[in-house]
């Protein structure tokens, strides 16, 4: 058997001739590289030691360490200049004139007088003190040696050795030869030791101080880890911002610029301080330079806050720790306790913490509300914690429509009375039908008679945007979305914002990234409690709370977006903000889907039960019994007025215009006849379970036959 060789590269080289000779090729070496000039190399090895990593540290610590020694010598010759002489009092007038402040500036003039009253009082002493010092020494001396004298009568008169009468004298005299003695030994030592003492006490004044340049100083202090903010660094960084009547003012006060300074008090998980601005110095030009001064302090601009108090010319600085403000809170109360209790009109919503470190706790009481902030930064979960919370009072009634319909408020099923789930144009119709719900519920609460009590009605729209830009038409040709009169959902949360509170029914609303056309202003104006998550510009922080929280600090916009998750500026009376601040920033509990669940649970477990009305196609056939059943629910028996609302609010449609007449044919027809029950008509579970029944077993029957 042959075997065929396949070759699968070709040979690129000729053929060769077995006779013909073997020609050797001779290639010349190549010829060796120039030497490096020796100074070449001599500038290299100089430029790498100089350079290297060691060399720069070792040099930094050298200047830093001298010029500790020397700045040392500075601020002790300033201290000791500033005792001897009125110049401390001089600055702490300039400052006072800087600052405008005459009434402390005559009082450091009447100061001053009297130092240098006191000073001239001690330099006329001074004339007469040689003579007084000389009789006092004379004087001394003899008493002295008179005492010794008589000790050493008396010794000898006891040993009866007239020889101890000098003994005592001769004692001191030996005692001061010894001094003499030991200076003499010491005196040598200290003069060559005692200029490295003075310099080590110079070095730690200096190091205490930091009296050396930036570049000069450790890796840790130069990055600002760990530094402390102290009244210096302070007003440093205030003096550094760029602000020629600041900085000019603060050269005048000299180091007397901490007087600007309220005290640093620690809050929370950074410090806080107010500083009152020199004359000539606007709130405003600060709260624009807050990166700035963030940076001159050795902050992340995130970590400064800037806020206006009361007080007139007046900032309040508060300043975080370095990373405080990247670690997560604790978790919600809601989460932790197990037996949580809620009061619509008289309890708080645990929410968060503020930047002190403090709870800080939120009243819904007849409070219409808005959140607001870019896609993906918490907005849902900040809602939803305050309506878990509120679950856990059985007086209050949900109505919940959720316009991005991803199952956020699934855990809902079973407490809210509607659940609308979904972003579409159908979504977003029942959604207002369900805002008119509200509104019609609120009419007949204002005629009621007076002193009636209700119990709190809630409706929540989040993702509100969707039915702001809703494009559908009802039949009369009305738009369900848009911000004109002609548009249903707009006219229904203007009237519950208009009149909803005086009778507990109120409207929350969460909303991404406002526009004046997807978040009308007269809707966000409506609001009383308005809270923004991180935002994209100014122009929306204002939308979102207000011109005047954000000219009195609040800046939504300065957050950071996807690491200030859950942070929120909150514009409202229902939290407690300090005296003169128009916002507060809380960071919030985060509330996962799986905790939401518990919670819920936990908040169904205290209810009789709800029936939950859900979505149902607008197209379709009503079967007004099967409606009945479902607005019903669990419950034993419902009013039959409470069912002609739960009816109208399924379909407005179909059941908007019924009346008692109308629910009462219906279930006379079907054998499910409402009754009274404690003075008042109610319709029956048991009964209208049993029509069903039967209805579907006779109509089973007459299909077999």
């Not at 990166?291 to 007046?314: D, G």
């Not at 809380?586 to 709800?610: F, P």
Request: hydrophobic residues 40%.
């Amino acid at each position: 058997m042959s075997e065929n060789v396949v070759h699968l590269h070709k040979p690129t080289d000729p053929p060769t001739d077995p006779a013909a000779p073997t020609v050797l090729t001779v290639v010349p070496d190549a010829p060796p590289a120039p030497p490096v000039p020796l100074w070449v190399r001599s500038g290299r090895a100089v430029k790498s030691a100089v350079t290297h990593e060691t060399t720069k540290t070792t040099a930094r610590a050298v200047a830093r360490h001298s010029l500790y020694t020397f700045n040392g010598g500075r601020i002790v010759a300033r201290r000791t200049w500033d005792g001897k002489t009125g110049a401390r009092y001089e600055r702490m007038i300039r400052t006072a004139e800087a600052a405008g402040n005459l009434e402390a500036a005559e009082e450091w003039e009447e100061r001053l007088q009297r130092f240098r009253a006191a000073r001239h009082h001690r330099r006329m002493d001074l004339l007469h003190s040689p003579v007084e010092a000389a009789k006092g020494v004379a004087v001394g001396a003899g008493m002295g040696i008179g005492s010794l004298v008589a000790l050493g009568v008396v010794m000898a008169v006891a040993t009866k050795d007239v020889t101890h009468v000098v003994t005592p004298l001769m004692a001191v005299v030996d005692f001061i030869n010894l001094l003499i003695t030991i200076v003499q030994v010491v005196w040598g030592p200290a003069l060559a030791i005692g200029p490295f003492l003075a310099l080590l006490a110079l070095w730690s004044v200096g190091s205490k101080q930091q009296a050396a340049p930036v570049w000069a100083l450790p890796d840790n202090v130069r990055s600002g880890e760990g530094e402390p903010i102290t009244p210096s660094i302070v007003v440093k960084a205030l003096r550094d911002l760029g602000i020629p009547a600041l900085r000019n003012a603060i050269k005048e006060m000299g180091d007397a610029g901490a007087s600007m300074l309220g005290p640093i008090r620690i809050a929370g998980c950074g410090v806080e301080v107010d500083v009152t601005l020199p004359s000539g110095v606007s709130t405003n030009e600060v709260q624009g330079k807050r990166r700035k001064l963030a940076e001159n302090l050795t902050r992340h601009e995130h970590e400064v806050f800037i806020t206006i108090p009361e007080a007139a010319r007046t900032v309040r600085l508060w300043i975080a720790d370095s990373g405080a403000l990247d670690e997560p809170i604790g978790p919600s109360p809601l989460v932790t306790d197990e037996t949580p209790t809620a009061n619509y009109k008289t309890g708080k919503a645990p929410w968060g913490q503020d930047l002190r470190g403090d709870a800080a706790a939120l009243s819904v009481y007849q409070r219409h509300l808005l959140i607001t902030g870019l896609s993906n930064q918490g907005k849902t979960a900040a809602l939803r914690a305050l309506a878990l919370w509120l679950a856990f009072d059985r007086t209050v009634e949900f109505r919940i429509a959720d316009l991005k319909g991803v199952g956020d408020w699934d855990m809902f099923d079973g407490l809210a009375t509607v659940l609308i789930q979904g972003p579409t144009d159908d979504h977003v119709i029942q959604a207002t039908e369900m805002v008119e719900g509200l509104v019609a519920e609120m009419e007949r609460r204002l005629q009621a008679p007076p002193g009636t009590v209700f119990t709190p009605l809630v409706g929540i729209v989040d993702e509100a945007q969707v039915a702001f830009m809703c494009p559908a038409k009802d039949e009369d040709r009305r738009p369900y979305g848009g911000s004109k009169a002609t548009s249903r959902y707009f006219m229904a949360v203007r009237k519950v914002h208009n009149q909803g509170r005086a009778v507990d029914v109120t409207l929350w609303e969460g909303t991404q990234d406002p526009t004046d056309q997807n978040l009308p202003k007269l809707v966000r104006e409506g609001a009383h409690t308005r809270a923004s998550l991180v935002l994209g510009t100014e122009s929306q922080a204002c939308m979102a709370l207000g011109d005047k929280a954000v000219n009195g600090g609040a800046a939504p916009h300065l957050l950071r977006q996807g690491l200030d998750k859950g942070t929120l500026v909150v514009a409202s009376d229902g939290i407690e903000i300090s005296a003169g601040q128009a916002s507060i920033t809380v960071r919030t509990h985060y509330i996962s889907t799986d905790d939401a669940k518990e919670i819920a649970a936990r908040a169904k477990a205290l209810r009789d039960g709800v029936a939950t009305l859900h979505v149902i196609d607008r197209g379709e056939e009503r079967d007004p019994l099967a409606d009945i059943a479902a607005v019903v629910g669990d419950a034993p028996r419902v009013r039959t007025k409470d069912v002609l609302v739960r009816l109208a609010t399924l379909n407005a449609d179909a059941y908007g215009g019924w009346s008692f007449i109308d629910l009462k044919r219906v279930l006379d027809d079907a054998g499910a006849e409402p009754y009274k029950s404690d003075g008042v008509m109610v319709v029956s579970r048991d009964r209208v379970a049993r029509a069903l029944a039967n209805r579907d077993t006779d109509g089973s029957a007459s299909t077999a036959e």
